[in-house]
């Protein structure tokens, strides 16, 4: 047990009404060394026989505390127990952070129940509920270079990735744009870096990740497939702390501590990669043959501080920027300049309080954005001179932005066995698209676009979620959503969850969600499965999508297990003109969208053991998504129709510890070769044929066959050295160890060769076996 | 649990991933296709008094003899026969070693009353293997066209042996709904029969020239320029321009819908419903066209 030093008044003093003359302890309960917040560990005062169990963010309030010298005590699983002094101040509120360090302890079964006073954002009461990915799976998961936010999130049943390439989440059948990324609450727009190889997220930051997908509460909204809520931590309460890594393509760093005067905390965490410095450097001492002009940077801020009466406020600022710029090396050959910077900005303030323990506010302002601006030119020619000059006669300009601007604010009570909530929730959204060719020949390659749309939505929403009877709740609720002359929708919906037994809980939540933005991207081009960036606009119509969820979860402790079957109908669903051949045509198609549908339907099946320093975890998924546009149906390109996702960690030696990934799923859908031909065309001046010298394929239904399937092995080891100072963790990765040529497309090539009867088919590769480095700190 | 013993999950692993990685995907492959697949290519001419199938496979040396081909309308069915040389079908010919090499076999003949604007027709084809093709079209009419009076001179600018038209023509023409649209150019030289001859029809976009390469027409108006290109006579290029060389023609031709489908770019591959476009048990097409021409004489300027 350890005993820290006396808490004096100088934290965080609060004036009370003067009529109540007890005080209050409030704080957080957080893990030595991480500072992640534990919740559900039990926070005592055995000299007052009193006690409370942690939050979701391991927050904690102990009132009608008489003023003097208590002990304080915290416990949690898995943790060695911590002890306090606390000097109580009359009728004042004494701020006190708990540390607890790690602990593994086995048990033979242990059941917590917690009492949330500020539920996460995805928190559903009574359906299935969001699958939380926690700190220990992000740690575990070997990923490229450096862990990944995003990648881990893709071990869960419900996300797909289109590609090695690509972390966009598709969830139950639903493209990127259909899922929700937040950070702290606040809307996030395209965090990745390098086209999406890597999520632009700093992973040292994050307490947890909260993946709904579906089926949502009334609070919940407002896309059509999925939400993912990545919850930051807090900064420590008591001393400053240092978190980062050194890996192969960039070096990260984050602070935390104390805000002055300890009332709330601080984290700045950044990340910046090096791969146009190293290159630049390579290819000046020609060891390489160019460099490499691209570079990656982000940023997060979080500032929280306690508020009258236990509340709290928070503010977050995220900043994630990507440039590429490509410049002559000499004035005699190279004239091509290339300038595009591209990222995401966000800031946003969330405010709660309870007012006694049945009720609680809440409320959030946030603005976010993404933008991107790309400028190619040409150094203008001296022809006498044979050279170029310094001037640029710009030959194409293009950008995209993306600002949405968000004001919530929600209200929970409670009046018996039922529990009422109601809010609003409204945006006001901005999307410019603009290509301008400004040279003859980008005229003719390229068609002048300019898109600009204002769409403003409010959602109201209102749900009670019952407590009919012990271990059976339900809810209903309605959500209403107007978004002008796109329309308004209306959302009932509905959920339970039955405690069958105590350990098997039965759910089901059905509902209609809607959502007023949609992707110009085509889903079925192979380009968009390796590029996660996404180009969205307002959809004509709201689009409308109707879930039905039904769930089971076991658990007994060390084993969970969660089997989840869905139902999804998709309605208005704007698809650019369906095109057989995905190479052909534009990535981003500006306008020309129908209006369309898709379906989903499929079971999920998470399980997860732990024990000791060890765990496993499988995800299996048998996932059918479909598409239509008039008569045409297809599957999608981006749908496995199984997919099985092991992971498995086991502690070695002295702070040691190995990972495995092993994925395994059904090829992506593709397009097979069925014949050839010969095509002669009618020559209108002679009125004869002409050509038919070249064999061609001739291509089946469209997504009728199957790439081969996907395997994958990942692998990571890392290894803690603790020093006085702090600890190192060096660590190893490889992606797809046995180097298996996992294929992204099959694309058919013309044979021009007279003699030969047949068609080419190359494939594309995804990831090779790569093998990453580096080191994590923490001090 | 004894899957959680490292070591012994390790090696169930090893085992079920070496089992699994025999088929390793290969960076290209080639799917053989077959080379006996039949092709049938005929587009029907509103107009003509004639028709011709161009029967091949996708093998283009194996040829088709012997093949019963009929074409029937309200008028009468028509037989076609066999014919030597391509010429009803094509003027196209590969020649491998200085020798014409067939790319198939053309059947033709007379079609009772001619092909007749919005009349239909049934194509169907037997061939001594006992394989079975057989098509449907109706022949569309042909657009009207409007702005640019038949056999009107016009004032043209030279360049090195090539007239541009000084001013651009309003072109505009109306055609029967679902069909394609294509406008053409071609140059003759009624003087010099065998004279071969180029011409090329610009488009005037705003403030550029765009060459119409008989793709679609999605507009049913356009500013051209005609060009009157090089002639040449056997292997000689007769570059002297005189009023009479320089006639060209503008074509507007309308296609049924199953040829302007056929006609659609694809990089990567043909999908089978339009590989076969307009026919059943063979790729290819069965299609028709009709076409207003509008001769133009381009006149030099002088300097």
Request: net charge negative; glycine share 12%; no cysteine.
């Given at each position: 047990m350890t005993f820290t030093p006396l808490v004096l008044l100088a934290a965080a003093l609060q004036a009370a009404p003067a009529q109540e003359l007890a005080g209050a302890i409030q704080g957080t309960v957080r893990e030595e060394g991480t500072g992640a917040p534990i919740a559900s560990a039990t926070v005592s005062l055995p000299q007052l026989r009193r006690s409370v169990r942690t939050a979701d963010d391991g927050g904690y309030v102990v009132r009608g505390i008489p003023a003097g010298t208590w002990i304080v005590r915290a416990t949690a699983l898995g943790r060695d127990p911590s002890q306090s002094i606390a000097l109580v101040p009359q009728g004042g509120i004494l701020r006190l952070d708990l540390h607890l360090t790690p602990r593994p302890v086995p048990l033979e079964r242990v059941d917590v129940q917690g009492h949330p006073q500020a539920p996460a954002p995805l928190a559903d009461p009574a359906g299935p509920g969001p699958v939380r990915l926690e700190p220990e799976a992000l740690r575990v998961t070997p990923a490229l270079a450096e862990r990944d936010v995003m990648r881990a999130v893709h071990a869960l049943p419900s996300v797909a990735a289109a590609s090695d390439f690509s972390s966009a989440p598709y969830i139950r059948g639903g493209s990127p744009d259909q899922t929700a990324i937040t950070l702290d609450g606040i809307p996030l727009y395209n965090p990745y870096h390098m086209g999406g190889l890597f999520s632009a997220v700093d992973p040292d930051a994050v307490q947890s990740v909260d993946v709904l997908a579906g089926a949502f509460p009334a609070s919940v909204g407002d896309r059509t497939s999925g939400a993912m809520d990545i919850r930051t931590r807090d900064g420590g309460t008591d001393r400053v702390r240092s978190t980062g890594a050194l890996g192969l393509i960039s070096a990260r760093m984050g602070m935390d501590g104390p805000l002055p005067g300890r009332r709330g905390s601080w984290l700045f965490s950044a990340r910046r990669s090096y791969l146009d410095v190293v290159s630049k450097a390579a290819y000046s001492a020609d060891v390489i043959d160019g460099d490499f002009p691209y570079a990656f940077r982000d940023a997060h801020l979080k500032l929280t501080w306690p508020t009258a009466g236990g509340g709290r406020l928070a503010a977050t600022g995220y900043l994630n920027r990507e440039g590429i710029r490509i410049a002559p090396r000499d004035s005699v050959y190279d004239y091509q300049v290339a300038h595009m910077r591209w990222g995401s900005r966000a800031v946003g303030v969330h405010w709660w309080r309870p007012l006694g323990p049945d009720r609680r506010v809440e409320a959030r302002a946030a603005w976010s954005s993404f933008g991107g601006r790309f400028l190619e030119a040409q150094r203008v020619r001296d022809y006498g001179a044979q050279r170029y000059l310094p001037e640029l006669d710009t030959v194409l300009e293009a950008g995209t932005r993306l600002h949405d601007a968000q004001l919530a604010a929600s209200a929970a009570w409670r009046r018996g066995a039922h529990r009422l909530g109601a809010g609003f929730d409204a945006h006001r959204y901005t999307f410019f698209q603009d290509v301008v060719p400004l040279s003859q020949d980008y005229r003719q390659r390229f068609s002048t676009f300019r898109l600009d749309q204002v769409a403003s939505t409010v959602a109201l929403w209102a749900e009670d979620v019952w407590?009919?009877?012990?271990?059976l709740r339900v809810r209903g609720g309605v959500r209403v959503l107007a978004a002008g002359e796109r329309g308004t929708a209306f959302m009932p919906r509905l959920g339970a969850s039955w405690a069958a037994t105590p350990r098997l809980t039965l759910s089901a939540a059905a509902g209609r969600s809607a959502q007023v933005m949609h992707s110009?991207?085509?889903?079925?081009?192979v380009l968009a499965s390796v590029v996660a960036y996404d180009a969205l606009a307002a959809a004509p119509r709201l689009i409308v999508s109707d879930d039905l969820v039904l769930g089971a979860a076991w658990t007994n402790g060390a084993t969970e297990l969660r089997v989840d079957g869905y139902l999804r109908r998709v309605g208005r669903l704007p698809l650019p003109p369906?095109?057989?051949?995905?190479?052909?045509?534009?990535?981003?198609?500006p306008d020309s969208f129908i209006a369309g549908s898709a379906r989903a339907r499929g079971v999920e099946l998470l399980a997860s053991h732990r024990r000791g320093r060890a765990g496993v975890q499988l995800a299996y998924t048998l996932a059918y998504a479909r598409r239509q546009q008039d008569s045409l149906r297809w599957t999608p390109r981006f749908e496995r129709r199984h997919s099985l996702d092991l992971g498995a960690w086991t502690g070695w030696g002295r702070g040691g510890e190995a990972s495995l990934r092993f994925a395994a799923a059904s090829g992506q859908p593709y397009t097979p070769v069925v014949g050839t031909t010969r095509r002669w065309f009618h020559d209108p001046t002679t009125g004869t044929l002409t050509g038919g010298d070249r064999v061609e394929a001739v291509l089946g239904g469209y997504n009728s066959a199957r790439l081969p399937a996907y395997l994958r092995l990942d692998l990571g080891v890392r290894r803690e050295y603790r020093r006085r100072w702090g600890t190192l963790v060096p660590y190893l990765q490889v992606v797809n160890l046995l180097n298996r040529p996992n294929v992204l497309y099959a694309r058919p090539e013309r044979d021009d060769d007279r003699g030969v009867v047949g068609t080419r088919i190359t494939y594309g590769p995804q990831f090779p076996a790569i093998p990453t480095l580096g080191v994590e700190w923490r001090f | 649990m004894a899957l959680l013993n490292p070591s012994r999950a390790a090696a169930a692993l090893a085992l079920a991933l070496v089992a699994g990685c025999g088929d390793l995907v290969r960076p290209s492959d080639f799917v053989e296709g077959d080379p006996d697949q039949l092709l049938v290519h005929a587009v029907l001419q509103a107009g003509s008094d004639s028709a011709a199938v161009l029967l091949s496979r996708a093998d283009a040396g194996r040829l088709i003899h012997g093949a019963q081909v009929r074409l029937l309308g309200s008028a009468g069915q028509a037989m076609l026969r066999e014919v030597e040389g391509l010429e009803p079908c094509t003027l196209y010919y590969v020649v491998v070693d200085g020798q014409r090499e067939p790319q198939g076999v053309c059947y033709a003949g007379a079609v009772p009353g001619g092909v007749r604007a919005g009349a239909a027709y049934r194509l169907e084809v037997e061939l001594p293997t006992g394989e079975r093709a057989s098509g449907h079209t109706v022949v569309p009419s042909p657009p009207a066209v409007q702005g640019v009076a038949d056999g009107v001179r016009v004032a043209a600018r030279e360049e090195t042996g090539v007239l541009v038209a000084l001013e651009p023509l309003p072109l505009k023409w109306t055609a029967p709904p679902r069909v394609g649209v294509r406008a053409w150019s071609s140059r003759s030289w009624p003087a010099i029969p065998d004279a071969r001859c180029s011409a090329l029809l610009y488009r005037l976009e705003s403030d550029s020239l765009v060459v119409i390469y008989?793709?679609?027409?999605?507009?049913?108006s356009a500013r051209v320029v005609p060009v009157a290109g090089q002639c040449y006579v056997g292997e000689q290029e007769r570059t002297r321009v005189d009023p009479d060389s320089a006639e060209v023609a503008i074509g507007i031709t309308a296609y049924d819908s199953a040829y302007i489908a056929y006609t659609a770019e694809w990089d990567k591959g043909i999908p089978e419903t339009t590989a076969r476009a307009g026919l059943q048990?063979?790729?290819?097409v069965f299609g028709s066209a009709a076409t207003t021409v509008r001769r133009v004489r381009l006149v030099p300027q002088g300097p």
């Open positions: 407590e009919a009877r012990p271990g110009l991207l085509d889903p079925d081009r369906h095109h057989v051949d995905p190479f052909r045509h534009a990535l981003v198609h | 008989g793709t679609d027409m999605e507009v049913d048990g063979a790729y290819g």
